[in-house]
């Protein structure tokens, strides 16, 4: 548990997370310890929902769930697989029986279409072996009568996918299920058996339908409501999906459940006149309680990184301690700048005035909800406000007060309520009131306790607030100041990112000592020859207090040589303009390694022995405009091992592979994430002879060549490096396996030079 927010404040003890991934995870707790089941056979376990130990995952022959002697879950759900013609399995869902035992509702879809089979396996232990006992739903039966009757029809029938079994209050056994297609749908189900009452068809529907993109549904009882809450995700479940959790209630497990504005929520579907998977449609309703979100580390800030949050979170269970009377919510997650990498997480569910469930905006730590004091709730806050959309837009904090005097000024206006020992009341315009409560929490960007808000309004809409440390305009200001850079500016030939903004609406202006080479906003003129210093002044204001901030940039003119790495013995830019590069381990920020030079294509050449890498200077390339080319010559072939390595975040690089995906044999290539750009060049280079290979990119356009024939010419090439603090290296990089072999001559342009200047280089 936290200890008090004052107290935690003097002395913050760090609190230590283990991450799993189980995307959809539904929770089970036996005896001490918490279960999580989700798609793809995944599972993990945890004592304190903060550290997570993975049981399973992918759906393999060698799965623990379902491995028994000579059976595996092949053997055992071949019935299964066969129906849905996918081996596919999606969300699964564990309980506990009156007989003592453990059963997985668990679902296989083709997922191209409805065609699905949710059944039921059994098992004496939570982590198996699980033996089936058979199909209990089918759906996507085109053209057949399906469980009641008529002929399936997927604007209204659902898709047998997404359970969670649960009891009411008085014992009886419901399953509710579903996604796109009919909607989310409700059955009795026999608690001897677990197999559905006869008579019902597919259920009663709760929700959705003409392919209404919501799934996920899970139903936690409140005692200290009295009501039963529905939860659902919308949206699609990619990065780029937009996924949200969303809540409704109801006074009966069966429904009708309504949401905050008193909407029957049978009645949310897709219009059957707009195009497939209408969001705009469904986004009014339910009380949307998390979607994508930032709590933004702005400059100036404790930590580093862009900050904390989450991007399409979703497919949530939840859990109520019968002990502590705790309310936990257990989602997966993915992140800013981390692509479609998942994780588990768990935060604690709050009751507010009215009844509606709020989210801490922290991940659980042990906090418990208890007594606050103004002075420790009043102060400056990342504001997040969630919205009602269904939107691949993540919601970035914005700079607020919560001021003494019960005002809220900054990015919004409005106004405050201490209520009660710890609850809240916001008002903003155009809204009625956010009621929610004060929460202890960790800030997992600043590791230190932060004091945290959350609310909703009767609109449906969520506030997330979280507050930074208490500073003075003068400690503002120079901590911006202190951590204010332009990164590489000893080379510069592309438009420079000033930033503007400081932490806590700091303001930064900027004056230039030459206009008419860079502007005061950035803007680059390239001289007409030979380089020239130019002063950058950054006036960095908050309130009455300003401190000033100059920077040196060396402005090239644009186009020529940027550096040139010629390994003759050392790792220097003999084109002096940048540093020298630095031996790495087997990843770009490991320690160790070594690199050998032997003879190479012009004088000598550096040696990478399959162990090690090299860090070159950051900031080499830092515009849409540009040129590498080098002569490698690998000692074996890996995927994915890269050569020329450069990259803005761990989601946005630029990689050049000998050997690409695709097993043995695959083509080289020039590979670019978070977009996953794939330059195959329809060939790979050989093993033990030496290829000149190049690229280059103008705004999008690029071209890759091997010993001076262009192999591969495409558009849309990401825009990766968009400052000059981008991050390069050479044989490795965060992931892979370190290149073995030999490279020469890397030479690194500031535009992209022609077919002819490419093959000109191969025969120098």
Not at 125 to 151: A, C, F, R
Not at 389 to 416: E, M, R, Y
Not at 667 to 677: E, F, K, P, V
Request: aromatic letters at 10%.
């Amino acid at each position: 548990m936290l200890p008090s927010f004052a107290a935690a404040q003097a002395a913050p003890t760090p609190v230590v997370f283990q991450n799993a991934a189980v995307h959809d995870p539904s929770v089970i707790k036996v005896d001490d310890m918490f279960y999580v089941f989700g798609s793809h056979l995944a599972a993990a376990k945890s004592r304190d929902l903060m550290k997570w130990q993975q049981v399973s995952d992918g759906v393999t022959a060698s799965n623990p769930l379902f491995l028994n002697g000579a059976s595996n879950v092949f053997t055992e759900l071949a019935e299964t697989f066969s129906w849905a013609q996918s081996s596919t399995l999606w969300a699964a869902d564990v309980k506990r029986m009156p007989d003592g035992k453990f059963y997985m509702y668990y679902n296989a879809c083709k997922g191209d279409s409805p065609r699905s089979a949710l059944g039921i396996a059994v098992a004496n232990n939570i982590e198996g072996p699980y033996v089936d006992k058979g199909i209990i739903l089918k759906s996507g039966m085109w053209g057949q009568p399906s469980h009641d009757g008529t002929i399936y029809d997927a604007l209204k029938h659902p898709n047998a996918v997404d359970p969670h079994v649960f009891s009411d209050r008085a014992g009886k056994l419901w399953m509710v299920y579903g996604s796109y297609s009919g909607g989310i749908f409700i059955l009795a189900l026999n608690p001897s058996t677990g197999m559905p009452l006869p008579g019902q068809g597919y259920g009663k529907r709760l929700m959705g339908g003409n392919h209404a993109r919501i799934e996920g549904a899970y139903v936690m009882y409140s005692p200290v409501t009295s009501h039963y809450y529905l939860f659902t995700s919308f949206g699609g479940l990619d990065s780029t999906g937009g996924y949200n959790m969303r809540v409704a209630r109801s006074l009966n497990p069966d429904g009708p459940y309504v949401d905050a504005q008193g909407n029957d929520m049978a009645a949310v579907r897709s219009d059957p006149t707009k195009p497939l998977f209408d969001d705009a449609s469904i986004a009014p309703y339910g009380v949307k309680l998390m979607g994508s979100f930032l709590f933004e580390r702005s400059l100036g800030d404790a930590g580093t990184g862009i900050g904390t949050g989450y991007v399409s979170p979703g497919h949530n269970s939840a859990y109520v301690d019968p002990a502590s009377g705790k309310h936990f919510l257990i989602f997966h997650a993915r992140f800013p700048e981390r692509g479609e990498q998942h994780e588990i997480r768990t935060h604690q569910l709050f009751m507010n005035a009215d009844g509606w469930p709020v989210v801490a905006p922290r991940r659980y730590t042990g906090e418990t909800l208890g007594a606050v004091r103004r002075e420790f709730v009043q102060g400056d806050y990342m504001l997040v406000n969630h919205g009602k959309d269904i939107s691949a837009a993540i919601k970035k904090s914005q700079s607020i007060a919560l001021n003494a005097d019960g005002t809220i000024t900054g990015a919004v206006g409005g106004s405050w309520l201490l209520t009660g020992s710890n609850g809240i009341e916001i008002r903003l315009p155009g809204a009625s009131p956010y009621k929610g409560v004060f929460i202890s929490g960790w800030d997992e960007t600043a590791k230190s306790p932060a004091m945290t808000f959350s609310a909703v309004s009767r609109e449906g809409v969520s506030l997330f607030g979280s507050r930074l440390p208490p500073r003075t305009e003068a400690q503002v200001v120079n901590a911006v100041a202190a951590e204010l850079s332009l990164g590489n500016t000893s080379a510069v030939t592309a438009n420079l990112a000033l930033p503007t903004r400081g932490t806590r609406g700091a303001v930064i202006t900027w004056t230039s000592s030459n206009p008419a080479i860079i502007s005061n906003t950035g803007v680059v003129t390239s001289p007409a020859s030979g380089d020239v210093n130019v002063t950058l002044t950054a006036r960095i204001a908050k309130g009455n207090t300003v401190v000033t901030k100059s920077f040196v940039v060396t402005v090239r003119k644009a186009g020529g040589l940027l550096a040139h790495y010629t390994f003759d013995g050392n790792l220097a830019d003999a084109n002096g303009i940048f540093g020298a590069g630095s031996v790495t381990g087997n990843r770009i920020d490991a320690p160790g390694g070594s690199i050998a030079f032997e003879a190479g294509v012009k004088g000598r050449a550096a040696v990478f022995n399959g162990e090690s890498g090299v860090r070159l200077p950051n900031g080499l390339i830092a515009s849409q405009n540009y040129s590498v080319a080098l002569w490698l010559k690998p000692a074996a072939l890996t995927a994915f091992s890269t050569t020329f390595f450069g990259a803005r975040t761990t989601e946005s690089w630029v990689s050049l592979l000998p050997m690409g995906h695709g097993g043995v044999g695959g083509a080289s290539m020039l590979w670019s994430g978070t977009a996953w750009y794939d330059a195959g060049l329809g060939m790979t280079i050989p093993v033990g002879r030496w290829s000149h290979v190049a690229f280059t990119v103008r705004n999008g356009a690029v071209n890759v060549y091997v010993d001076g024939s262009k192999r591969f010419s495409g558009a849309g090439f990401p825009n990766v490096f968009t400052g000059t603090s981008g991050v390069f290296a050479l044989g490795v990089n965060w992931w892979d396996a370190p290149y073995r072999g030999a490279m020469d001559d890397l030479r690194i342009y500031g535009s992209a030079l022609s077919d002819a200047d490419i093959a000109a280089l191969v025969r120098q």
